[in-house]
């Protein structure tokens, strides 16, 4: 059971947009940043967004991330075959004193 | 540009000790947060810890108990030991660059390795 809540799939088709959900709590998300991930088929993660809706250079600008109270959102828009991955949302927790990861969605291109 | 090489053994038996050990090569050591991830098949990813370059460490509080991280700044490298090891342990290890202790920005990522507990 992880901290952080996603869903534990989602999918489109190329050129679509969608969106994965991570949801937390005030000690987590409502007061930290989030950070998300990619992790390509057997592959490490990849940083994907930084503090909570930045991009490292080299990710494209169709990645983007977003925040609001204890939940935060990845935004993927003009969907590719290569986008198919496992996307993680991660944050620090104050009460926990500790890192938390949500449970990972994997993303599905039709 | 950094990059992370790890090693360590990749079956144990119940009750032994796994020990992992993770080089950095291309930057910097100090000013960093060295950090261990793991991942159990098929599930998601979990925070084990991690280690300033002055040696100040903070561990995920379930595997508090086991866990050791430390590091040898001679050399740039960190290693984890995590003793009493059971079938839950097994998982594909990682080991990270961080920002600092509460900022889990992890880049880069050393390239895995499965451990195997049976």
């Known amino acids: 059971q992880s901290v952080l809540t996603q869903p534990p799939s989602a999918s489109g088709t190329p050129g679509q947009r969608v969106t994965v959900s991570c949801s937390g709590s005030?000690?987590?998300?409502?007061?930290?940043?989030v950070y998300w991930y990619q992790q390509l088929p057997g592959t490490a993660p990849k940083l994907l967004i930084d503090?909570?809706?930045q991009r490292p250079s080299g990710v494209p600008d169709r990645f983007s991330g977003s925040k609001s109270g204890t939940s935060a959102s990845l935004a993927i828009s003009g969907l590719r075959s290569e986008d198919e991955a496992d996307y993680h949302c991660?944050?620090?927790?104050?009460?926990?004193?500790?890192?938390?990861f949500g449970g990972g969605t994997k993303l599905t291109v039709l | 540009q950094v990059q992370l090489q790890q090693w360590g053994a990749g079956l144990l038996k119940p009750s032994e000790t796994l020990s992992l050990t993770c080089s950095v090569y291309?930057?910097?050591?100090?000013?960093?947060?060295w950090t261990w991830i793991r991942q159990p098949p098929g599930k998601g990813l979990e925070w084990i810890g991690g280690?300033?370059?002055?040696?100040?460490?903070n561990y995920n509080p379930s595997l508090k108990s086991r866990v050791t991280i430390s590091l040898d700044t001679s050399k740039n490298q960190f290693s984890l030991k995590l003793n009493s090891v059971t079938a839950a342990d097994t998982a594909v290890y990682y080991c990270?660059?961080?920002?600092?202790?509460?900022?889990?920005?992890?880049?880069?990522w050393g390239q895995g390795t499965l451990v195997t507990v049976s």
């Open positions: 005030s000690s987590n998300i409502g007061n930290n940043y």
């Open positions: 990270a660059r961080g920002l600092k202790w509460n900022y889990p920005r992890f880049d880069p």
């Open positions: 503090r909570n809706n």
């Open positions: 991660v944050a620090w927790d104050d009460s926990l004193g500790g890192v938390v």
């Open positions: 280690i300033n370059h002055f040696g100040s460490t």
């Open positions: 291309g930057g910097s050591f100090s000013g960093y947060y």
